[in-house]
């Protein structure tokens, strides 16, 4: 014994430990992609040094299947892209085909959907905040979250009948019109959730475990988002003045006034920050125009089978994760040539390896939570 | 810059560029692919220009002929402009990757290597992306049949 200590002595203690590089699977059923997402690792002992996404696990080939369908019967495939934002997706074709044909839309229309796509924004987001507080350990925020997306999925229910897939929207206006309780419903939901999101605030915002977890941690830097081209509320939290809202205002959006939300910092926490502020935002454009929704049709009149005039139609608008654009090539057939839809979640994605680099595992499940991924939105 | 500024601006950088407005929102530009890359990096690095946000990326098939397409904006001046790159070699389409420009470029080209089987040489990992390894031919080419999955109407 007293050999071994003498030993010690005479040789100061190195780290010999030599470390090697390893691969690890995360996914395609890890709870934390959010759905059918594999991850690549390449790691050094539990440090992140390189992340390689493995997607299409949902691929279903929705371009494809547009070539054959006509433009009515695209709209309902866009639902199950990004399914949280689905009534903003199916506003997008609607645009692009309204665009096409150079229809009027009626007011009414265009003030409802703005309201609805406002509610789908938010829903998205409380969604998001409760899966998020969950990824990094705190069950509450799961069911606070998804308590309080309940009431706006009810709305839906009784507008359109539908809670999640909304196919609200056709070419040309809205399936129907609102349900009479829409505008108090809403009104009571606004009142409610005023006082419930301080709530999200105290639980989470403050809380030392999740700022620690969160405030520098995958930095994202403002050119490295424009070059990803990483948008939505990812996107504005790197200082990127990316709202289509604002840039480019569709429906009711030029009349409303809001705030674009913008934070310099990059980090998880800053991508936090930006869409507990877009909620608020949310609340005050639904305020505006909650009682002054104009009346009159439901919808422009469309024939039963549409064709666009050849050419080239790219309409984007802005989904709670981003940047949708839709592409739509006409041959003044009934169904189009070529469709692509530019997800927003597929670009943010792709900035996954750089952001979370050097970083550990632990880290790369807060990362991935504050890019909200919906993975049928990156496979399509 | 509006579009007749633009079209000076790119006619005296590469005068073989053919622009067209008609059937689009957007000032259109189409090149051959040698060309590419080249106007590619003029319009990302020029002061006046600097489309230093790349969009939308993605092919089309019209059978005479590929298009691969760049949508393509400035965060700075706010002006937009199309990019095309056309292609009538159909047995083995190619042309320069443009991801050491715009890092976005790797996963789209990826996309559209997987769906059109168009290659881009010097891509630092074009592999299939959204099918399988094993995949067998390119989906969104309009010559593409598949008598098992596609159900014909």
Known sequence: MLEL?????????????????????????????????????TLDGEIVKKVEPHIGFIHRSIEKMCEKDSYQQIVHLTDRMDYLSCHINN???????????????????????TI?????????????????????????SFLYGFRDRELITDIFEETCGARLTMNYNIPGGLMFDIHPNFQKRTKDFLKYFKEKLPEYDELLTGNIIFTERTKGIGILSHEDAISFGVTGPSGRASGFACDIRKKIP????????????????????????????EMWQSMYIIEQ??????????????????????????QRVETARGDLGVFIISDNKKSPYRVKFRSPGFSNLSALNTMSQGFKIADLVAIMSTLDLVIPDIDR | MNNEELKNKISIFLSSAEFSEEGSQYLNVTVTPEHLFS?????????????????????????THFLVIYHLESVKYKHTIVLKAKITDRENPAVKTVSFIWKTAEF?????????????PEHPDLRRLLLDEDWVGYPLRKDYTDKANIVEL
């Open chain 1, 5 to 41: 200590i003498t030993d010690t002595e005479t040789e100061p203690t190195v780290n010999k430990t030599e470390t090697q590089e390893y691969f690890v699977n995360m996914g395609p059923q890890h709870p934390s992609t959010h759905g059918v997402l594999r991850l690549l690792l």
């Open chain 1, 91 to 113: 506003e997008a074709v609607c645009l692009t085909v309204e665009n096409g044909l150079q229809l009027e839309i009626p007011e009414r229309v265009k003030v409802i959907r």
């Open chain 1, 116 to 140: 609805i796509s406002e509610l789908t924004r938010l829903a998205s987001h409380q969604l998001w905040w409760g899966v998020m507080g969950m990824d990094l350990g705190a069950i509450t």
């Open chain 1, 250 to 277: 569709y429906s009711a959006y030029d009349r409303v006034e809001f705030k674009e939300i913008i934070y310099t910092e990059g980090d998880s926490f800053a991508r936090y920050k930006v869409r507990i502020d």
């Open chain 1, 289 to 314: 125009l909650i009682d002054n929704i104009p009346e009159g049709e439901i919808k422009a009149k469309t024939k039963a089978v549409i064709k666009l005039p050849p050419g080239e139609y790219y």
């Open chain 2, 39 to 63: 106007l590619a990096e003029f319009l990302r690095n020029d002061e006046d220009l600097s489309f230093d946000y790349l969009f939308c990326l993605t092919g089309v098939d019209w059978i």
């Open chain 2, 108 to 120: 789209h080209e990826r996309e559209v290597y997987d769906l059109f089987g168009i290659k881009f």
